[in-house]
């Protein structure tokens, strides 16, 4: 059967020059980074490789503002509760939304625990959060901000640059931390205007191999050590390198960055196709905005559960997710926050797309869908 992957926002599939470089580290460049011989020192070059391809992504002049993770997840939990550690001493209020992926709202749920104030901006009515919601939000007694760029379920974009330079202009010692997970290669990111301190980001998501992250630490921004040991990663985070991966990273990155405005219009073309060959039926709702990520499309099928629809399609080979990211059968929320009914978040799939989709994928997506409709409604 045909395979129809409309799920990249979950994991996409790693270039060919990612494995073939994962591939090389495995067989015949194996050397360990912290070797002081030849194959060590290839090894580094690799390391070094990976951070220079990302830095210029971000726009970021020193390269050793890059931090190699185990992921985003890893990257997030560092900037929040590494901060908290060093900043939150004598100040004790912090400042995100009620719109994270898990690995920044788990950690901000463990500050309330530790009795820190957590204050989450919300979207408004029109299911916007403004950067003056975000900034009004942040007083003298703050001293993190973390909000996201690219909501993983909407494709949401929040205004995230105007909010950091405005809370930085009044308030320049507060960090500010930034996951870019969803944006990341797909919109442009630059460091200097953004004004984020710490900025988390993930291979798996732009074709690059699972296990593999980068944390973005402007110059500066204290963070704590997350592991102790052989001082790898300039000390903050201990652990012989996962050379394959961050060197499959770096191959990613590479081949990836100089199209991001293409690729962008490519997609952009898909979502308006997808939207064009659904939005006729009167049980379809689309909840993503019109000016959203053009990756990520979410939608709600009136009258079936996600999970049906999820499983009646890949019995077609369309891959999509359930759009209320459910993770172990928990529901994480953020569709209702973005002002949709139980009936709609109940429902919700979401698309996601990547430049080696087709109109024939949605063509695939969008027949699949109205045949599971009607079967499912009449089972
Ligand atoms: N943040 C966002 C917005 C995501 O979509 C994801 C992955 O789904 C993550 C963080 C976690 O990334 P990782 O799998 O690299 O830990």
Redesign the pocket.
């Known amino acids: 059967m045909e395979v129809h992957y409309l799920d990249n ?3 996409t599939k790693p270039c060919a020059e990612a494995v073939e470089t994962i591939i090389r580290c495995l067989t015949t460049d194996y050397g360990n980074p912290s070797s002081l011989h030849k194959m060590g020192l290839n090894a580094q070059l690799y390391m070094d490789n990976a951070r220079k391809n990302i830095a210029k992504v971000l726009g970021c002049n020193n390269v050793d503002s890059i931090l190699f993770t ?7 939990n560092i900037s929040i509760l590494g901060t908290a550690k060093i900043y939150g001493k004598r100040k004790k209020k912090v400042v995100t939304t009620t719109i ?5 709202k788990e950690c901000f749920n463990e500050l309330e625990r530790q009795g820190f104030e957590v204050v989450k901006v919300s979207p408004n009515k029109d299911g916007e959060i403004t950067y003056q919601d975000i900034v009004n939000a942040v007083d003298d007694n703050t001293f993190l901000v973390s909000c ?1 760029l ?3 379920e909407t494709g949401y974009i929040l205004p995230i640059e105007k909010a950091y330079n405005g809370i930085k202009k009044k308030y320049p010692d507060v960090i500010t931390h930034c ?4 944006g990341f290669l797909k919109v442009p990111i630059n460091v200097r205007t953004l004004k984020a301190d710490l900025i ?6 732009v074709h690059a191999p ?4 980068a944390l973005y630490v402007s110059k500066g921004t204290r963070i704590s050590k997350s592991n102790l040991g052989g001082k790898q990663e300039r000390g903050f985070r201990s652990g012989t390198e996962a050379l394959p991966n961050i060197a499959g990273f770096g191959s990613a990155v590479e081949v990836y960055y100089p199209t991001i405005k293409e690729r962008f219009e490519y997609v952009s073309k898909l979502k308006q196709y997808l939207i064009d060959s659904i939005s006729k039926y009167s049980w379809i709702c689309i909840n993503s905005k019109e000016d959203a990520s053009p990756y990520i499309v979410n939608i709600s099928v009136l009258g079936v559960r996600s999970e049906i629809m999820l499983h009646f399609l890949e019995e077609k080979g369309v891959y999509i997710s359930s759009g209320s ?1 459910c993770s172990k059968g928990e529901k994480s929320g953020v569709l209702s926050q973005f002002g949709l009914s139980e009936r709609h978040s109940d429902s919700a799939i979401r698309v996601s797309f990547c430049e080696t989709n087709t109109t024939q994928d949605i063509d695939a997506f969008a027949t699949a869908l109205v045949e599971g409709f009607n079967k499912i409604l009449k089972s």
């Open positions: 926002a979950s994991t185990s992921g985003a997840t890893e990257s997030s994270e992926h898990a690995s920044v996201m690219v909501n993983n996951d870019c997970v969803q988390s980001i993930s291979g798996h998501k699972k296990g593999v992250g990211a």
